[in-house]
């Protein structure tokens, strides 16, 4: 009988292990998901355009969508990098609250052609929001953005407290 409950203790020890690796993964898993709204509203509060597709009629879009990037530093600087295809820079808001570094944009994207018989249209509307955790304090009025070729870098300068300084050791 003590061998049975010995089981029972481990098995529910491993559940338990198990679910809290779960929610460890999902918890930092959760940044690199983005939440894109296809029906709701811009940065303007207007009402966007309903997100549709091409020749068979509309079909709704995903909510959550990977926005792909990147999170470096070195000594001096945090660098983002956004994979954001299809936009114009004006399409863009970045801001600094706290620690964390706020993305917000709208996507507009309309193209036709005509083949033959044929005419293909395509659209896609909405806007996405991505807030990205920052593991320092940044001077944000010092911050710098660039957007080229779909691609957005984010200059961060770290505070300067949060830079640290070397301590060198002397002999005697």
Partial sequence: MDKLNELKHGLEETWHSLG???RQ????ASGALTRFTP??????GEQTAP?????TGEYPSSNWALLAGDLYEDADKFVVRLELPGLDKQDLDIEVR???LVVRGEKRYEQ???SGRYRIRQCAF????RSIPLPLPVIADKAAAHYRNG????ELPKAEHARGRRIEVRTG
């Avoid at 993964?25 to 930092?28: I, Q, S, T």
């Avoid at 029906?39 to 303007?44: L, S």
């Avoid at 909405?126 to 929001?129: M, V």
């Avoid at 691609?151 to 984010?154: A, G, N």
């Fill in 98 to 100: 706290s620690d964390v």
């Fill in 112 to 114: 036709e052609s005509t």
């Fill in 25 to 28: 993964v999902l918890d930092r």
């Fill in 126 to 129: 909405g806007s996405f929001h």
């Fill in 51 to 55: 997100a549709s597709s091409s020749v």
């Fill in 39 to 44: 029906n709701g509203r811009n940065k303007h």
């Fill in 151 to 154: 691609v957005l870098r984010i």
């Fill in 20 to 22: 809290e690796g779960w």
